[in-house]
């Protein structure tokens, strides 16, 4: 069912090769739009490639990314706008999570995870906002944040600072596009069972898998006023609808969709 109409609209969703991304992904397919997908893993963009075609044709298409790297994310944009000419939608979802506390983690950790979390959304965002300017000006770009970088984290400190400055970059990202039309916003996911859960739970459970479901359970009742993970659905809803013309006043604003787990 179509609940807003991407017909005709380009996006690009960088990391939508699993989890959220990837839920992302396929909503704004249901609705309609055409997709490229960035990833750095082929067989996650691939496959989702693959469900979005067997369900609506082949309106879509893939490129191997790092997000790390400004040339690598410089190409993947290239090759979307090769295949599609404009890109009016794009979402930076992208991320990895690194458990280390905060004197555990060495120099070259602190840079590997902020190359990812954090300039690999500047690339993205910088890239986004030329791409849309060229084409006249409008278009929406969504980065995925945490409700980690809404405040300071003991366990996972250099995970917090990357997320923090992505909704504050987000908001500097807004206000240089709104002169264009060009929307800005962030979402911050709360507890979602993807796989970069698995990094957190086998830290929290001594490398083992034995109890992991059962701790991931225990962590999300501690932190969870609703008393119940989020899914990668409920997070591509909130995406889709900042994506979407029905958002066109929301600048610059980072929403929390996390079950009542931070309230600023
Ligand atoms: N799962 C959660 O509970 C949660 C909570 C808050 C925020 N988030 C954020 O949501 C986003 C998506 O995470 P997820 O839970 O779907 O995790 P995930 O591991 O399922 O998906 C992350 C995707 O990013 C891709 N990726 C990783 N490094 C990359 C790189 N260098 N270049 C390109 N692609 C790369 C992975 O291959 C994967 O497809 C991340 O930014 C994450 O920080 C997740």
Redesign the pocket.
């Known amino acids: 069912m179509m609940v807003f109409d991407f017909s005709n609209k380009n996006a690009l969703v ?2 939508a ?5 990837k839920a992302i992904a396929l909503q704004l397919a249901d609705n309609g739009a055409n997709v490229w997908c ?4 082929d067989a ?1 963009a691939a496959g989702a490639v693959r469900e979005m075609s067997e369900k609506h044709g082949a309106k879509y298409g893939y490129s191997v ?4 790297k400004s040339e690598s994310v410089a190409a993947l944009f290239g090759e979307a706008k090769a295949a599609f000419g404009e890109i009016s939608i794009v979402v930076n ?5 690194m458990p280390k506390r905060l004197l555990e983690a060495s120099p070259e950790d602190i840079k590997t995870h902020l190359d ?2 954090l300039m ?1 959304i500047v690339y993205g965002c910088r890239l986004a906002l030329e791409t849309m300017i060229a084409q006249g000006g409008g278009g929406k770009i969504l980065n ?5 970088g809404r405040q300071g984290e003991a366990k996972s400190p250099y995970y917090a600072l990357g ?1 923090s400055a992505v909704i504050n970059w987000s908001q500097s990202v807004a206000l240089y596009g709104a002169p264009y039309g060009i929307n800005c916003n962030t979402v911050c ?4 069972r ?4 698995d990094v957190i739970l086998e830290a929290d459970n001594g490398g083992g898998d034995a109890g992991k479901e059962a701790l991931f359970d225990e962590i999300v009742r501690a932190r969870t006023p609703l008393g119940r993970a989020q899914t ?1 659905e409920e997070i591509a809803y909130a995406a889709v609808f900042f994506c979407s013309d029905y958002a066109g006043a929301i600048v610059g604003q980072a929403l929390n969709v996390d079950g009542g787990d931070k309230l600023n």
């Open positions: 960088v990391g090769g699993s989890g959220i991304g960035g990833d750095i893993s996650g990314c790092d997000a790390a979802s992208a991320g990895v999570f990812v979390n690999g995925i944040a945490s409700v980690g997320k996911p709360g507890i979602i993807t796989p970069m859960w990668a």
